[in-house]
T-cell receptor, first 110, second 115 residues
Framework: AQRVTQPEKLLSVFKGAPVELKCNYS??????LFWYVQYSRQRLQLLLR??SRESIKGFTADLNKGETSFHLKKPFAQEEDSAMYYC????????????FGQGTELSVKP | DTGVSQNPRHKITKRGQNVTFRCDPI?????LYWYRQTLGQGPEFLTY????????KSRLLSDRFSAERPKGSFSTLEIQRTEQGDSAMYLC?????????????FGPGTRLLVL
């Protein structure tokens, strides 16, 4: 069955520290993975997608098919990074629906 | 604002009442999705439309739930005989069908509380 797992519900770091938000997936097909972010009182918005291999707001994520992971990383966290982060798996052969993880709340302290 | 919009933003109802939510997608988007999110969980897929055709419904969508997308534009999600377990945030997303990693754009959600 398709599944996305984010093992940490809350991750708390100090400003300037490195951040890694973990995401593991279970899928027999070719995965398409995304990171969505939700800032306080805002809507869910796309942060990264693996196919683009881009860096957004200093965040990067590499798809590791061997470890079935798509961890989100940033070398130096900023206070404005505090938000809920959701990892999502897109099922292309099922209409493109997204399977989300439970989310990780990132708190960056001054 | 040209993003996805949802109305109402909040709805409080009594158990047993019917409620209807509306989603207006980004105008050129042909795919429209509904998700439900409960406290402490990520969004869960409910159903999706390609233009006006409803192509998949999750097992989460009991027969009390119905969704429509007349003319392939806005969509409505109706819940009949609401139960307390229906309390959740209902999210709508739209996308432009493409062959590679299409992006879904989300609305602000409708928060439902069933008393």
């Amino acid at each position: 069955a398709q599944r996305v797992t984010q093992p940490e519900k809350l991750l708390s770091v100090f400003k300037g520290a490195p951040v890694e938000l973990k995401c593991n997936y279970s899928y027999s097909g070719s995965p398409e993975l995304f990171w969505y972010v939700q800032y306080s009182r805002q809507r869910l918005q796309l942060l990264l997608r693996h196919i683009s291999r881009e860096s957004i707001k200093g965040f990067t994520a590499d798809l590791n098919k061997g470890e079935t992971s798509f961890h989100l990383k940033k070398p130096f966290a900023q206070e404005e990074d505090s938000a809920m982060y959701y990892c999502a798996l897109r099922l292309r052969n099922q209409g493109g629906k997204l399977i989300f993880g439970q989310g990780t709340e990132l708190s960056v302290k001054p | 604002d040209t993003g996805v919009s949802q109305n109402p933003r909040h709805k409080i109802t009594k158990r047993g009442q019917n409620v209807t939510f509306r989603c207006d997608p980004i105008s050129e988007h042909n795919r429209l999705y509904w998700y439900r999110q409960t406290l402490g969980q990520g969004p869960e897929f409910l159903t999706y439309f390609q233009n006006e055709a409803q192509l998949e419904k999750s097992r989460l969508l009991s027969d009390r739930f119905s969704a429509e997308r007349p003319k392939g534009s806005f969509s409505t999600l109706e819940i009949q005989r609401t139960e307390q377990g229906d309390s959740a945030m209902y999210l709508c997303a739209s996308s432009l069908d493409s062959t590679s990693a299409e992006t879904q754009y989300f609305g602000p959600g409708t928060r439902l509380l069933v008393l």
